[in-house]
């Protein structure tokens, strides 16, 4: 018997780990951790805005995943 091993998209992977990088730099930033290592750290919505992208990278990185799981439930 064979059982199919469940894997995830190489694309769900890259862009989750890209989505928790930002979202921990960006709650460093909001905290004023950052503020010395780059000019743009100074401001104040710096951290907001990485916030903001590290949603989006999540959110993108599920969508492959969705696909996939379609994918499998459409198998026989």
Request: aromatic share 8%.
């Amino acid at each position: 018997m064979i059982r199919s091993m469940r894997h995830w998209p190489v694309s769900f992977v890259i862009l989750t780990l890209l989505g928790g990088v930002c979202l921990l730099v960006g709650l460093f930033a909001l905290g004023g951790m950052m503020r010395g290592s780059h000019p743009l750290f100074n401001d104040d919505m710096a951290g907001w805005a990485l916030i903001v992208s590290a949603i989006a990278l999540l959110l993108s990185g599920a969508f492959p995943l969705v696909l996939r799981r379609l994918q499998e439930r459409d198998r026989p």
